[in-house]
């Protein structure tokens, strides 16, 4: 599995992850199509920026045409000030290889390699039972319950958190 940078080109992954409903059932349903093209040059533009940490899953670096999904790590503000979160998604055909789990990973091990972040929360739905267990599964800790915001809408989830420099696991 490969990691690298959103760009520009993506827009079809894009529409594959967020506009499919049966990817977006724990998301409160599929995002318009129209406005694709531009989230993905505003990505693009932060990631290569270096502001924002959004990359495409390659499951096989020596085929960097196949996308699987995309895990991001950015800053928002937040009921406490300024908060690391990440997120993932994983397409529909590439599920349960653990390439959501292993790009979680890689992120999260860059983010303690380059002392960046800080402490970085993660708000999978309460019913996505996959992105729950891979918090379990690489050492975040459950907070809380909460009602987050995602794309104008209101999502029940489960507040995790960790601290790459003392929580993760090498």
Excluded at 45 to 57: F, N, S, T, V, Y
Excluded at 100 to 113: H, I
Aim: one cysteine or more; a negative charge.
């Amino acid at each position: 599995m490969h990691l690298r940078n959103v760009t520009p080109d993506d827009v079809e992954a894009y529409v594959r992850m967020r506009c499919d409903p049966a990817m977006m059932a724990d998301l409160g349903g599929p995002l318009p199509a129209d406005g694709m093209a531009d989230k993905v040059r505003r990505d693009a533009e932060q990631a290569a920026a270096d502001r924002e940490w959004i990359r495409m899953i390659v499951p096989d670096a020596g085929d960097p045409g196949v996308v699987a999904g995309s895990v991001a790590l950015w800053s928002h503000d937040g009921e406490e000030g300024l908060i690391s979160e990440i997120g993932w998604m994983v397409l529909l055909e590439f599920q349960g290889r653990g390439l959501g789990k292993r790009a979680v990973r890689v992120l999260l091990e860059q983010a303690r390699d380059q002392d960046r972040w800080g402490r970085v929360h993660a708000f999978p739905a309460t019913r996505n039972a996959a992105s729950n267990g891979v918090c379990r599964s690489v050492g975040f800790r459950l907070l809380s319950q909460v009602a987050v915001e995602f794309a104008g809408r209101v999502i029940h989830s489960n507040h995790w958190v960790i601290d790459p420099g003392r929580d993760l696991s090498t």
